[in-house]
């Protein structure tokens, strides 16, 4: 499937007086060409977004997917509420109607079994779990 441009990434940042850096829309065009990689820059400059917009971007063509679509790994549990604020952020502001869920060695049974049932679209998750 070939790749979404990224106007609307770019629409999106637009609409909330946002510039996107450099190294976001090298990483939205690199993930676009199908590369893997690592975004390396300081806490607080757009690192998350470089990755969801293409991620999401992409998953638009999949809409009406019912199944999981993405996996998102976060180091520390503390950093999955950031980004699950953020990917919800994106999916509103996109026009996905992908949901997010989170998932770490705290989420009881019963969410759990929510989450086989019916998962997430994008899973926020940590190593542990």
């Given at each position: ?13 637009a609409s909330k007086d946002w510039t996107p850096f ?73 026009g996905s109607s992908w949901k997010v869920g989170v ?27």
């Open positions: 499937m070939p790749f979404p441009d990224i106007k609307k990434g770019l629409a999106w940042f450099a190294f976001q829309l090298e990483a939205w065009q690199s993930y676009g060409q199908g590369f893997s990689g690592l975004v390396n820059a300081p806490t607080g400059s757009g690192k998350t977004f470089s990755l969801l917009v293409p991620i999401l971007m992409e998953g638009s063509a999949k809409e009406n997917s019912e199944h999981l679509q993405s996996i998102w790994i976060t180091p520390i549990r503390a950093l999955g509420k950031e980004i699950e604020y953020s990917a919800n952020e994106a999916v509103e502001g996109l998932r770490s060695g705290d989420t009881s049974f019963k969410q759990k079994q929510k989450q086989l049932e019916l998962p997430p679209q994008f899973l926020i998750t940590t190593p542990e779990s």
